[in-house]
């Protein structure tokens, strides 16, 4: 426990710092190294880099029909019901986010209009390994399915269980289906990113990149990002952090569950607890310790711990402050009144009010998106949705009268700036209308 009146401000700075990467310029050589392989060898590349990374060797990197029907068998009822209970919920959020085009009159005779259109193709990365996302497949599936994106392409490590050895994992599989995801592949880590970004033989190549996953997928996202004959991609990543604001109401046994839901993420992950009210932490601490022997994923859970805080505050003020100052990806309220500080909380990717409002809800089966942005990202960044599988393109349409009425002003600002051709861009149009004016007006007195 540290006492935040008692640190300098360089010291407050040092307490809110993030785990830093290690080894970053390795890291960024090695993903590189991965990217151009598959560029240069596609499938090959990829069947190899799965051999060498996940231990099996495949024939193929999509899913074979007789695969996907083994894979499914392993599924309890219990296990697709709790799978289609999250897809409901997460489906009815995203669909009220469905926008509306906007079509208005600007001036007489200028409209102007606002159209949404689903991005053609998008690529899902799902982890795999020791920690299969089958939420993360709902959570990317479920907005691509809704706003009508032509081609969704799932990628995936293979299984390595002894009973399903080579498939895919069957939580994620069933996801997939209840979003009507059809092209499935065996391949995770950079080798992924990089197959979707550029395209293999197999995996035609997509124009955006969702999905979490380790430093090597992270840094494979920012790459492909940053290059322009690559794809664009949904969010920087980081480690995954909550930070937990809590009163002496709070109950200690639920912010220690709290935290440690998030430690077991990995290593890297940052769980930080705000409280006004010492007994309150010291509660905190002991519920750590009590709840750390329960975990199988315990050793994982210890380290990101040491990489975390319980920072005692002198008001809630305070801690208010301090949330925003770090701008957490999740971010708990455990108060007396937790509504009342919502309109207080400006920066957080994700928010949680209340004492039954674990962050695990979000994660799984609220609703809400749980892609989200980190590391401070919040600041600028919204968390996932369905926006983020749309594109709007703006149209205009100009009548003569709309010209006549916009198109002095037109020329006035390009003159300003020096554009003499936009300026004779108008210039033409409205020396056309004069014209016409002209031979109708004649036209008319002819006629009389």
């Known amino acids: 426990m540290i006492v935040w009146q008692q640190l300098s401000e360089q010291e407050q700075q040092r307490a809110l710092q993030r785990p830093v990467m290690t080894n970053k310029q390795g890291l960024s050589d090695a993903v590189a190294q991965l990217i151009a392989q598959v560029r240069k060898e596609g499938d090959n590349a990829l069947l190899s880099l799965t051999e060498k990374f996940d231990g099996i060797k495949l024939d193929q990197v999509a899913l074979s029909p007789a695969q996907h029907a083994k894979s499914l068998s392993l599924l309890t009822d219990e296990t697709k019901a709790a799978i289609e209970l999250a897809y409901n919920n997460i489906a009815v959020f995203h669909k009220a986010q469905i926008a509306n085009d906007i079509s208005i009159e600007t001036s007489d005779g200028v409209v102007c209009e606002l159209i949404t259109k689903a991005i053609s193709s998008v690529g899902l990365y ?8 089958p939420s993360t497949v709902l959570m990317l599936g479920v907005p691509a399915q809704i706003a009508g994106c032509k081609r969704v392409v799932l990628c995936t490590p293979p299984d390595t269980s002894e009973n399903n050895f080579g498939g895919i994992t069957a939580e994620i599989l069933y996801a997939a289906q209840l979003c009507g995801i059809t092209e499935i592949y065996r391949v995770g880590g950079a080798q992924a990113v990089a197959a979707l970004a550029y395209g293999t033989d197999s995996i035609a190549a997509v124009d955006k990149i969702f999905g979490p996953g380790n430093s090597f997928v992270t840094e ?8 322009s004959q690559g794809a664009v991609i949904d969010m920087p990543a ?3 952090e909550v930070l937990v604001i809590a009163d002496e109401f709070a109950n200690p046994v639920f912010i220690a569950a709290d935290l440690l839901s998030q430690a077991e993420h990995g290593p890297d992950s940052q769980v930080i607890l705000v409280c006004d009210n010492k007994a309150v932490i010291e509660q905190v601490q002991v519920q750590l310790e009590q709840q750390l022997t329960l975990l199988p994923r315990v050793d994982i ?3 990101a711990l040491a990489n975390s805080q319980l920072i005692l505050t002198d008001s809630l003020a305070q801690s208010i402050e301090i949330s925003n100052s770090y701008a957490p990806e999740h971010l708990i309220v455990q108060t007396e009144n937790p509504r009342a500080l919502l309109p207080e909380l400006d920066n957080a990717a994700s928010i949680f009010l209340g004492a039954y409002t674990p962050e695990s809800a979000g994660d799984y089966a609220s609703g809400t998106n749980h892609v989200l942005p980190t590391y401070g990202y919040s600041k600028v960044l919204s968390s996932l949705n369905l926006a983020d599988f749309n594109r709007k393109f703006t149209v205009q349409e100009v009548s003569k009268q709309g010209m006549s009425n916009i198109g002095p002003a037109i020329m006035t600002l390009a003159k300003a700036e020096g554009l003499d051709a936009h300026r004779l861009a108008v210039k033409v149009r409205l020396d056309q209308i004069k014209q016409d004016k002209i031979k109708e007006d004649l036209k008319e007195n002819n006629n009389d």
Do not use: H, M, R, T
């Not at 494979?220 to 290059?227: G, I, P, R, Y």
């Open 238 to 240: 980081g480690p995954s």
């Open 220 to 227: 494979a996202k920012q790459q492909v990002n940053q290059d």
């Open 301 to 303: 859970a210890k380290k």
């Open 126 to 133: 799902i982890p795999g390994g020791s920690a299969p996302l």
